[in-house]
C-alpha cells in the first residue's frame, strides 16, 4: 500500500518581513518527504485559505514573527473552517508567549513552536497529528 506524502503549506501572515525560519522549516519537512509549498512573505489570511483549498493541503504552518498572531490565527481557522477545510491541522512558529498558547490550541491549533525549537520535533509533532 501505498501512502502520499504529508502536503504542508507554510506561510507568512501579516506584515512580518523576515522568513528565514520559515525557510529553514519547509527545507526541513521537504527533507523530511513532505510535499511543502511555500506562500512566500506578506499573505492575508484569505490568501492562506484559499492556497490550502487549491493545494489541497494536510497541514498548514503559520510563521508569525511580528506579535500580531492574536488577530491572524483565529482569521486563518475561521476561513479555513468556512471552505470546508476542517480537518486541515494549522501549526504555528515565531513568538509566541506562553500565555497565549492555550487559547491558540482551544481554537484548534495543533502545536505551537517557539525560537529554538528542533526541526526533528516540529517534523515529529506534525506526523504523529496528521496520522490521528
Known sequence: MTTSPIRVLVAKPGLDGHDRGAKVIARALRDAGMEVIYTGLRQTPEMIAEAALQEDVDV??????????????????????????????VFLGGIVPDEDIPPLKAMGVADVFGPGTSTDVIVESIRKTVSK
Open 60 to 89: 498548514v504552518g503559520l510563521s508569525i514573527l511580528s506579535g500580531a498572531h492574536n488577530a491572524l490565527v483565529p482569521k486563518v481557522m475561521d476561513l479555513l473552517k468556512g471552505k470546508g477545510l476542517n480537518d486541515v491541522r
